[in-house]
């Protein structure tokens, strides 16, 4: 078992920044891919990035490119996302996801552990 904790939300202007933490406990951290997910009222849970458990590979989706940034320490089981530049449609709840895994993968149904996710609130 793995159990994801996440922290760092909150309510930030258009154009502001945020940083979002994800500490993981249990099973070996090093052996799983995380991701970074987000679900708006209404709408389906989103692929927003991930990362392999090296940190030498990660991928973001095209909505976040250049202004997302998402890093791990596996000294301190942490996975972290950087968000830069926040639109209103970047509002949603964030999650954080983990598989145990080589290969980033998208779908969330691959990921199987999740934590309570983090609200992220964008003001215009």
């Known amino acids: 078992q793995v159990q994801l904790v996440e922290s760092g939300g909150g309510l930030v202007q258009a154009g502001g920044s945020l940083r979002l933490s994800c500490a993981a406990s249990?099973?070996?951290?090093?052996?799983?891919?995380m991701g970074w997910f987000r679900q708006a009222p209404g709408k389906e849970r989103e692929f927003v990035t991930a990362i392999t458990w090296s940190g030498g590979s990660t991928y973001y989706a095209e909505s976040v490119k250049g202004r997302f940034t998402i890093s791990r320490d596996n000294s301190k089981n942490t996975v972290y996302l950087q968000m830069n530049s926040l639109k209103p449609e970047n509002t949603a709840v964030y999650y954080c996801a983990a598989y145990r895994g080589m290969i980033i993968t998208t779908p969330p149904e691959r990921y199987d552990y999740w934590g309570q996710g983090t609200q992220v609130t964008v003001s215009s």
């Open positions: 249990g099973r070996t951290f090093t052996m799983y891919v």
